[in-house]
């Protein structure tokens, strides 16, 4: 096994054909305000109009479609608060197979409700790593299940991948790709695609200050968890995975961090002047433009906007009135 | 002069190559579970992504380049509180001509900054329509700009009327284009565009209850004026116009009205599950089809989203909380 974790060009190739006929070819966005106050072009890849709002639609329903009919008679499990939750119960749906979600008790109820409304079937549990893995053992033992992990797992960083590979295909010859990361499986796919098939793109992630693990782990070359992290870019609070990091170590060109205030500030100023909704951690790699973080300059820069799940009742900028 | 006001096909489509250099073609959205629930295929013209953040850019834009050099250097007018004061700004600074816009003492901050942002130079008046009126005047008289209205001008008609061009000549057998209406500029060309280039579709108008003067208008066959109506949709209080009323009687095929509840819950349901941005103007025609107010099954339904500029510390849905 190879540092991509035997993820070749072929396997997300691959990945992208299987999953064409059920993803949304998403749209590329961009604004000439942006472009003009960064010298720069920049290109929105809006996985925020993905199905179930997000990117994690395309590594769930990889993983899923590359299941044989044995394995999805047993269907598939994962515990997740987040979008996963609900992409692996869509997917899943997709083949009408059954996905067992564990998520803890104090999921926000509107995560819990998506997740059903999917059709996933959810288990409760107490709110920590421990309890989490152990009702998930539970759950694999009694039902034969497969679990398909968030991120550290090749077919879910193959389908992730598939978002960078369909912006280098749409819009050519791009100086820099950028994407946020959290457990680093749209990180590790996305430079994947750039190593394989942009010559010359660079790769730069993105991550809240307040939860700067990759960060560490990449600067320091090794692995750093993540310890309960306080960022509003609640995608990003998770560690990164066994396969995701050495990925991201060997394609990976720079991390950058980002404040707090400059996610909720790039989050209003994405939904204000391009008129999309944008989830906090979608924000993150414009926030490092917006802080000036990168050189922009004369540069072709594509951004993966991973997802647009919001609670339109509990937006940031409400606690700034 | 017919009942189109002198606006030919020809009008409509130089209209369409005279902006083209400056305006966005914008992205036709579509969403699999709209198509479910209501058992149609609906198409979203998102003219909320377009220059400003609304459909008037192409009117306004059409009007000015319309003009010649002696005209240009006496600047454009107009009097508005709304987005045709943003749009006609930005237009007029495309050719460097000044932009005179006439506002009202009480318009929003936001508002002001935007139109001034555009390089608009705005003069007050007090909040009648008589003062605007009159303030207009006066600064028609001493610098010889050239009034622009926001809707009763065929320039400004034709302009408008290219987004259901675009619309039409991208997803091809649309049964039905849907737009909403309050002075019709956005209505009549809609209904122009359906009626030289969709052989056989319908032009259906969907109007607030509380603001239903064009639905009077047309079901009476009289001209009925708005009386300071009390609506949500700020962008469709205003009255039917001279030129558009007989436009819309000669080529609009049906006018339904919608609550203010279901305006909010349709602006809502566009920002949850499409991800993107739209006004509340723009979500009455959506909230028509949510309120069973047209026939859908079957039907191929384009809807122009008008625009998306909104105040986001001002969302409607934060009063119900």
New interface residues.
Partial sequence: MNSSGQIEPVTILDAAKRIAPFINHT?V?TSHTIDKLYQAEVFLK?E??QKV?AFKARGATNAVLSLDKVQLSCGVATHSSGNHAQALSWAASLVNAKAFIVMPSNSSKIKVAAVKDYGGIVTFCEPTLASRETTLAGILDQTGATEIHPYNNTRVIAGQATAALELIEEVPGLDILMAPVGGGGLLSGTSLSVHYFLSGGKVIAAEPEQANDAWSSFTRRVFVPSQNPITIADGLRTSLGSITFPIILAHVHQIVTVSEESIIKAM?FL??R?????EPSSAVPFAAIMEGRIETAGKRIGIIISG?NVD??D?P??KN?
């Fill in positions: 749209p966005l809006c925020n109009f709002g209003r939904w204000e391009m008129k999309i909704i944008v647009g339109l009742d937006l900028w409400r009135d």
